[in-house]
């Protein structure tokens, strides 16, 4: 983190705004607020934020709404952590799988978010978690995967990930045919297990495998280890 870093907050209740700003902004963040959909998209085209936290009920054009637009539309990369009340587990899957980075539950505790807020930024800026091993590039027969220009290429094509995508496949790919439960692949990939439904996993995966596998229904790199977790298959 450094003192550029901006952090868009997206909501309409004003003493959640309060509160939270005040929170990144002990920590060195800079914040911008918005109070609704339409506005958020307006700052976001004025600026680019170093990361956006977006509550998925607002006024005028709604979370998701805008999740959409920014990884479909504008093709931005920008990371996003949803924030969702307790109720809206369909709406909080929907959400990873246009590619949110990470959701937090209403209501919740402002260190515990500012700490996802680090967490996120470490996987965007710090490339993918290796523990003990050189980040090298990876090759496999029709996929390519490197760390320093976070390029993967698909059958020679280039594909667009999230950062959390390419962490998770650049993990898994490291360690070929090693299993990984998903409470182990929070901890190594997104830095934390507690507080988080391993179910961000299991959608983060079904996302790689729509982006990387020829027939997603029938993977060929990203295997499910039924009753344990997932593994990276090299193949020959």
């Excluded at 995966?205 to 499910?224: A, C, G």
């Amino acid at each position: 983190m450094n003192e550029i870093d901006e952090i868009l907050l997206v909501d309409d209740e004003a003493s959640v705004g309060e509160v939270v700003s005040l929170y990144l902004k002990r920590e060195g963040f800079q914040v911008r607020v918005a109070r609704d959909g339409r506005q958020a998209l307006a700052e976001i085209e004025r600026r680019k934020p170093t990361l956006v936290i977006l509550d998925l009920m607002l006024p005028q054009i709604d979370g998701l709404e805008i999740m959409r637009r920014l990884r479909l539309d504008y093709k931005s990369d920008v990371p996003v952590i949803m924030l969702t009340a307790r109720r809206q587990e369909t709406d909080r899957i929907y959400g990873l799988e246009l590619g949110a980075d990470d959701y937090v539950t209403k209501p919740f505790s402002p260190a515990e978010l500012v700490a996802r807020v680090k967490a996120v930024l470490r996987r965007v800026k710090g490339g993918a978690v290796v523990a003990g091993k050189e980040q090298k590039k990876l090759a496999f027969t029709h996929l390519s995967i490197d760390p320093v220009t976070r390029l993967v290429l698909v059958r020679g094509d280039s594909i667009e990930l999230t950062a959390t995508e390419f962490n998770l496949l650049y993990f898994l790919g490291s360690h070929p045919r090693q299993v990984f439960s998903r409470d182990q692949l929070l901890e190594n990939v997104w830095g934390f297990s507690e507080y988080v439904d391993p179910s961000t996993v299991t959608v983060h995966i079904r996302r790689l495998r729509e982006k990387v596998e020829e027939n997603p229904s029938q993977p060929r790199y990203l295997l499910t280890v039924w009753g344990v977790g997932y593994k990276f298959e090299p193949g020959e």
